[in-house]
Nanobody, 113 residues
Framework: VQLQASGGGLVQTGGSLRLSCVAS????????MGWYRQAPGKQRELVGT???????NYADSVKGRFTISRDSGKNTMYLQMSSLKPEDTAVYYC????????WGQGTQVTVSS
């Protein structure tokens, strides 16, 4: 299984971006998918997850601003990010578990002040 993350870029404070994570196979095989991020000089942190039953979980820092969804027909998971802040600047990684864990390659999100 391979995961391909995309959609990052440079955005101003308050702006929006949508990240995509395309799986090489069916996402029905995954019990959990999610997003992590890693800012310069910091540890990788969980952004949020979506389970095979579409149960959602978010870090407190992104609740109300970020939304995870998935489209099984496109084998794709999304991270819709709104009201972006400079502290959201990081490399964003998608992952999936079946129960082996797979990681995407990361996509850079930069929020300018």
């Amino acid at each position: 299984v391979q995961l391909q993350a995309s959609g990052g870029g440079l955005v101003q404070t308050g702006g929006s971006l949508r990240l995509s994570c395309v799986a090489s196979g069916s996402i029905f095989s995954f019990d959990v998918m999610g997003w992590y991020r890693q800012a310069p000089g910091k540890q990788r942190e969980l952004v949020g997850t979506i389970t095979h039953t579409d149960s959602l979980n978010y870090a407190d820092s992104v609740k109300g601003r970020f939304t995870i969804s998935r489209d099984s027909g496109k084998n794709t998971m999304y991270l819709q990010m709104s009201s972006l802040k400079p502290e959201d600047t990081a490399v964003y990684y998608c992952y999936a578990r079946d129960p082996r864990v797979y990681w995407g390659q990361g996509t850079q999100v930069t929020v300018s002040s």
